[in-house]
T-cell receptor
Framework: GEDVEQSLFLSVREGDSSVINCTYTDSSSTYLYWYKQEPGAGLQLLTYIFSNMDMKQDQRLTVLLNKKDKHLSLRIADTQTGDSAIYFC??????????FGKGTMLLVSP | EPEVTQTPSHQVTQMGQEVILRCVPISNHLYFYWYRQILGQKVEFLVSFYNNEISEKSEIFDDQFSVERPDGSNFTLKIRSTKLEDSAMYFCASMKDYGYTFGSGTRLTVV
């Protein structure tokens, strides 16, 4: 079945770049997503990428997709303390349901 | 920016009681979903709803769960007889053009 794996924890210093990695198993995945969850809050859609794209950039966020290796990454440039949160990778096939990873906790220290 | 609104934000209920979690999806979205997240675990799919009927449901969505879109704007999740293990954050989402928008969730605590 579908599975999405992420590393559980990442710690960086303010101003550094953060790279959060994700692997998925379903080669039929159509869209891949990154969501941010702050403590006690909901899931905020950061960005998504269609499976026929290699890269998508949106301000400080860069998403890279290696479809051959089924590897997705999210790079946050100039990481700020406000970026501290849990980041979820998710994938879907068409309009079907999202399958989430367990989330990567990003801790940004001053 | 349009939002998905969920109420209440937190609900405490006794085991065996019925609860109704409410959601107002984004008005021009066509697909609606409920997900849940047990503390410290993955976000799990419960059910999807399209064209006024369930389009897909997971193994978690057993007979004690039901969904309704009673008035064309609200989208509700009912749990008939709550169990301790139903304690979780429940997220509603709506979708158009592959962009899923989630609400801020209802934290359900069953005691």
């Amino acid at each position: 079945g579908e599975d999405v794996e992420q590393s559980l924890f990442l710690s960086v210093r303010e101003g550094d770049s953060s790279v959060i990695n994700c692997t998925y198993t379903d080669s039929s995945s159509t869209y891949l997503y990154w969501y941010k969850q702050e403590p006690g809050a909901g899931l905020q859609l950061l960005t998504y990428i269609f499976s026929n794209m290699d890269m998508k950039q949106d301000q400080r966020l860069t998403v890279l997709l290696n479809k051959k290796d089924k590897h997705l990454s999210l790079r946050i440039a100039d990481t700020q303390t406000g970026d501290s949160a849990i980041y979820f990778c998710a994938e879907s096939i068409g309009y079907s349901t999202l399958t989430f990873g367990k989330g990567t906790m990003l801790l940004v220290s001053p | 920016e349009p939002e998905v609104t969920q109420t209440p934000s937190h609900q405490v209920t006794q085991m065996g009681q019925e609860v109704i979690l409410r959601c107002v999806p984004i008005s021009n979205h066509l697909y609606f979903y409920w997900y849940r997240q047990i503390l410290g675990q993955k976000v799990e799919f419960l059910v999807s709803f399209y064209n006024n009927e369930i389009s897909e449901k997971s193994e978690i969505f057993d007979d004690q769960f039901s969904v309704e879109r009673p008035d064309g704007s609200n989208f509700t999740l009912k749990i008939r007889s709550t169990k301790l293990e139903d304690s979780a954050m429940y997220f509603c989402a709506s979708m158009k053009d592959y962009g899923y928008t989630f609400g801020s969730g209802t934290r359900l605590t069953v005691v």
